[in-house]
């Protein structure tokens, strides 16, 4: 069963939204989360990620101060607040399950996928 993504949409410059993402399965607990994201015409990338007791965060370098990742593991729910928006975020977000208790940039380092969020902010 596939994680579960949700709260894109459409924002314009400097707008914000928050992106949540649940686990239906609700085994992640115990695992690192990270959410990626992938722009048409381009490879996925790292946007951030949190280690299972939500203790320690890390973030790519384009979108730190802006975005903030966090977790409550009694809802089975990672979230993403991304704050003061740029047309260059705009891409389909998802969010993954470490297979381990630290969270990673890696994406190989990921078992299980959501099945994406569009995330479009515009000019």
């Known amino acids: 069963v596939q994680l579960q993504a949700s709260g894109g949409g459409l924002v314009q410059t400097g707008g914000s939204l928050r992106l949540s993402c649940v686990d239906p399965r609700r085994t992640s607990t115990n695992n690192g989360m990270g959410w990626f994201r992938q722009a048409p015409g381009k490879e996925r990338e790292f946007v951030a990620t949190?280690?299972?007791?939500?203790?320690?965060?890390h973030y790519a370098d384009s979108v730190k101060g802006r975005f903030t990742i966090s977790r409550d593991n009694a809802k089975n729910t990672v979230y993403l607040q991304m704050n003061s928006l740029h047309p260059e975020d705009t891409a389909v977000y998802y969010c993954a399950a470490s297979r381990y208790a630290t969270g990673s940039s890696e994406p190989s380092r990921y078992a299980r996928w959501g099945q994406g969020t569009q995330v479009t902010v515009s000019s």
């Open positions: 949190i280690s299972w007791r939500g203790d320690s965060t």
